[in-house]
């Protein structure tokens, strides 16, 4: 198996974890709820965690002996991964909370009337 699928295995599996965590049966909260704004909301996680990246990455080259202490880099790549896909399952509907009167955004879908 080439080791960029091996990663989408392991994303799929981190995604299982923490959705156990983060949607947990005994909770009221529903995947959705996270991304109030839809796909902007998602953007907007990418956005931070690609900035935080570039803030280690930048830490490490000015520091060769610079360890993050909290997430390695990998395990920053494998939440983009997954954050990239809860937009495309956003746009087709697939996050569980969503409903079909709203769109991609969350905006209220109204019917054209002509």
Known sequence: MRESLKVLQECAEL????SRDYQNENSRIQQADY??????SL????NTKTLRLWSVIEAMESD?????NFESLEDSGKDLINYASFMVAY??????GQTKDRDFL????VDKVE
């Not at 060769?64 to 993050?68: A, G, H, L, Q, V």
């Not at 746009?91 to 569980?96: E, I, K, P």
């Open 91 to 96: 746009m087709r509907h697939g996050v569980d």
């Open 106 to 109: 969350n905006r209220q879908i």
């Open 64 to 68: 060769p002996e610079y360890n993050p």
């Open 43 to 46: 953007m907007d996680i990418i």
């Open 35 to 40: 991304y109030p704004r839809g796909v902007a």
């Open 15 to 18: 995604q299982q974890r923490k």
